[in-house]
């Protein structure tokens, strides 16, 4: 089993940073890809990045390249999403999961444990 706690959320000014953190519990953390997505008011949840196990291998949403970083620190069981350069289309409720397999994953699907969301607001 695997508990998820998203924090760092918050209001910021478009073009301004949010470093997101997901503490999670559980001796399986270092062993599960990990995944950040969001969802929006009205719109169905979007995948936004996603980093392998020893954090070798990371994946973003093209809407996010660029301008986000996910990493982990498997000694403290955490995973972080820096946003940087946030626009008022990045507004929405951010989800991390983790994922009971080998490899990244795209698809919301496809991950087994969630956490309870943090909201994000970027103001024009």
């Known amino acids: 089993q695997v508990q998820l706690v998203e924090s760092g959320g918050g209001l910021v000014q478009a073009g301004g940073s949010l470093r997101l953190s997901c503490a999670a519990s559980g001796p399986t953390f270092s062993s599960a890809p990990m995944g950040w997505f969001r969802q929006a008011p009205g719109k169905e949840r979007e995948f936004v990045a996603t980093?392998?196990?020893?954090?070798?291998?990371?994946y973003y949403a093209d809407s996010v390249k660029g301008r986000f970083t996910i990493s982990r620190d498997n000694a403290k069981n955490t995973v972080f999403l820096q946003m940087n350069s946030l626009k008022p289309e990045d507004t929405a409720v951010y989800y991390c999961a983790a994922r009971v397999g080998v490899s990244i994953s795209t698809r919301a699907e496809e991950y087994d444990y969630w956490g309870q969301g943090t909201q994000v607001t970027v103001s024009s």
């Open positions: 980093i392998s196990k020893n954090g070798g291998r990371t």
